[in-house]
């Protein structure tokens, strides 16, 4: 039986000695991790069907007054360079999440970020973060803010909030009920339908 070559195997033993360290393969793990993530990223959403100083100022109004289903904004503090058309970003934002069984957990994000919008045409939005994140992460804030772009741009004006929205104060409309706990209303007559 011929005998193995233990020549061959040495190289590969020597690429990866520094790595028979417990202390070399935990700085390796951390190296990977860093480089999966990234550092900086960019993402940019073309509105060619408004002008550009509609969509300006939907970028400022989407920065000073930024609405989140599911998060609550801490802190929101912003930079606008009128002349740049360039909005700078600093935004603390917190949660509680409560499940059933388990006690509540809080978990907090900030985020610092810009948006420029372009001076050619068709008009772009360039968002952009120079922190280190999740790509993933900042996709989904980037897909935020330009929802948040559109649904200004299709307010056309100054944000108001959604009559019973309870974070913008406004009372519902019509949200009294004109009649008084009890009130049976008319027989509606045949074939017709009762009102609500």
Not at 10 to 28: E, H, K, M, S, T
Not at 117 to 122: K, R
Request: charge should be neutral.
């Amino acid at each position: 039986m011929p005998e193995p070559r233990t020549d061959s195997v040495r190289p590969i033993r020597a690429a990866f000695a520094p790595l028979a360290n417990r202390y070399a393969r935990v700085c390796f793990a951390l190296l990977a991790v860093v480089a999966m993530t990234g550092c900086g990223h960019s993402q940019a959403c073309q509105f060619d069907d408004y002008p550009r100083d509609d969509v300006w100022m939907a970028v400022v109004q989407a920065s000073r007054a930024p609405r989140y289903p599911d998060w609550i904004v801490v802190e929101n503090k912003l930079k606008v360079d009128d002349a740049a058309r360039r909005v700078t970003v600093y935004r603390d934002l917190r949660r509680d999440l409560v499940e059933p069984g388990l006690s509540p957990q809080r978990e907090e994000l900030q985020w610092r970020f810009s948006a420029v919008v372009s001076a050619q045409s068709p008009t772009t939005v360039t968002f952009s973060s120079p922190d280190w994140a999740v790509p993933a992460h900042f996709w989904k804030e980037a897909d935020h803010f330009f929802g948040q772009v559109r649904m200004r741009l299709g307010e056309l004006g100054p944000v108001r909030p959604v009559p019973g929205d309870p974070m913008g104060g406004a009372p519902a409309e019509g949200s009294r009920d004109p009649n008084t706990p009890g009130h049976m209303s008319e027989k509606p007559a045949e074939g017709q339908l009762a009102a609500p």
